[in-house]
T-cell receptor, first 113, second 114 residues
Framework: EADIYQTPRYLVIGTGKKITLECSQTMGHDKMYWYQQDPGMELHLIHYSYGVNSTEKGDLSSESTVSRIRTEHFPLTLESARPSHTSQYLC????????????FGDGTRLSIL | KNQVEQSPQSLIILEGKNCTLQCNYTVSPFSNLRWYKQDTGRGPVSLTIMTFSENTKSNGRYTATLDADTKQSSLHITASQLSDSASYICVVSDRGSTLGRLYFGRGTQLTVWP
């Protein structure tokens, strides 16, 4: 039911490649987030955005970068992928006040060989 | 240190039975507590959000309780179904920033057997 989409769902790619994970939402939410999740572990915030042209780093240090040129689009880029980047990446958005839920996409499972 | 601890780590129950999942937190200042359901290979889906003044909230067969004094929450699932098999994640938000920093538990992995 959530109107937030991530592509690709799965990506297996070699070391050194440049990767862009796409995230789009159709709810008009100003706030968007990227999380990293490993099996059995909690979600870790790696990037967030309050709105267009606003991006901030999260709690978990990440070599990835993000951009927010349009409200609905929040892509994440890895310039040179390494095996340590293997993980699940979840995108989320939220609107309104701090008591609004985050709506999550179904994630991109990234494997770097 | 702000933390969210969930128990049990995993749980197996038979279809039709009830179960209760626990969440203890040390997050301060407290803003709200959320329960999410995450199916395998999917993103988390919000079940409930409770603020300081709310001590119970229901969503169908899911009922969450909150004791802000003891910093404990529980999620009770009634008449479990096979589709309830998932990870249930407790998330606590603080009031320390405009963003409302979220602290995630590691989840309880629930398996419902027929």
């Amino acid at each position: 039911e959530a109107d937030i989409y991530q592509t690709p769902r799965y990506l297996v790619i070699g070391t050194g490649k440049k990767i862009t994970l796409e995230c789009s939402q159709t709810m008009g939410h100003d706030k968007m987030y990227w999380y990293q999740q490993d099996p059995g572990m909690e979600l870790h915030l790696i990037h967030y955005s309050y709105g267009v042209n606003s991006t901030e780093k999260g709690d978990l240090s990440s070599e990835s970068t993000v951009s927010r040129i349009r409200t609905e689009h929040f892509p994440l880029t890895l310039e040179s992928a390494r095996p340590s980047h293997t993980s699940q990446y979840l995108c989320a958005s939220s609107g309104g006040g701090s008591n609004q839920p985050q709506h999550f996409g179904d994630g991109t499972r990234l494997s770097i060989l | 240190k702000n933390q969210v601890e969930q128990s049990p780590q995993s749980l197996i129950i038979l279809e039709g039975k009830n179960c209760t999942l626990q969440c203890n937190y040390t997050v301060s200042p407290f803003s709200n507590l959320r329960w999410y359901k995450q199916d395998t290979g999917r993103g988390p889906v919000s079940l409930t959000i409770m603020t300081f003044s709310e001590n119970t909230k229901s969503n169908g067969r899911y009922t969450a309780t909150l004791d802000a004094d003891t910093k404990q929450s529980s999620l009770h699932i009634t008449a479990s179904q096979l589709s309830d098999s998932a990870s249930y994640i407790c998330v606590v938000s603080d009031r320390g920033s405009t963003l409302g920093r979220l602290y995630f538990g590691r989840g309880t992995q629930l398996t419902v057997w027929p």
